[in-house]
């Protein structure tokens, strides 16, 4: 019976990609499910065969500390070198998408404080 192995929710392109070739390397048969048309299921990669499941696993745990181990060196080198996002550069570089979001959450606080004002006047 096949066991899921990775959740595609949020998982970026080169992840995916990442995964599918290690699998591939290690001679572990899977299949990959697409999203469903509605957001309800999100999709995943599956090892086809129960034999295989624990050396998934463990490949796919020793992956991911190597991906989060370079990735979060990334994002230190990024902020180092002041590549990394920021609020400003987000504003500076989209300032009309950014001050539509700002209005939009304002909005939403005032909606939500509107009836506590209504009750307590």
Not at 8 to 30: N, S
């Amino acid at each position: 019976m096949s066991k899921l192995l990775l959740n595609l929710r949020h998982v970026p392109d080169d992840e995916i990609a990442d995964v599918c070739g290690f699998l591939d390397a290690h001679r572990i048969a899977w299949y990959q499910t697409r999203p469903g048309p509605f957001g309800i299921s999100h999709g995943g990669i599956w090892v086809k065969h129960d034999s295989d499941v624990a050396e998934a696993k463990r490949l796919m745990a020793a992956y991911q500390d190597e991906r989060r181990t370079r990735v979060r060196a990334e994002h230190a080198a990024a902020r180092r070198d002041g590549s990394a996002e920021t609020f400003a550069s987000l504003l500076r570089e989209r300032p009309g998408w950014v001050l539509l979001r700002v209005l939009g959450i304002v909005l939403l606080l005032a909606l939500m404080a509107l009836p506590g004002y209504l009750l307590w006047r």
